[in-house]
């Protein structure tokens, strides 16, 4: 298990534009790619939409690694609360649907 201090965010400019925003979070365990379209609500809420996770050589991840992760990002942006909102599935399980909200609070 990794800790706050292991994962390294990396901010892709390539591949963002507008809203629409790309992050590396690098764990010893391997890479989370995350993109999608950022809102953010005063200094407290961040909304990310229409998100879509790629794992590059990373081990299964769990909701514990995942609010590790939240947490570098919330404290890096300043913000209480995250809100992840997938893309509807177009593979895997329930394709077709879109998955529940994903939240992360400090």
Not at 15 to 21: E, H
Not at 48 to 70: F, T
Not at 81 to 97: K, W
């Amino acid at each position: 298990m990794f800790t706050e201090k292991d994962i390294i965010v990396k901010y892709s400019e390539d591949m963002s534009a507008g809203d629409l925003v790309t992050l590396e979070l690098q764990t010893p365990e391997g890479s989370l790619i995350l993109m999608g379209n950022v809102t953010r609500f005063g200094r407290g809420v961040l909304l990310v939409e229409q998100v879509h996770i790629e794992s590059v050589g990373a081990s299964p991840m769990n909701r514990k690694k995942l609010n590790v992760m939240a947490a570098v990002v919330m404290e890096e942006l300043d913000v209480n609360t995250i809100e992840i909102q997938g893309a509807v599935r177009t593979s895997g399980a329930n394709p077709g649907r879109r998955p529940k909200p994903f939240p992360f609070d400090r």
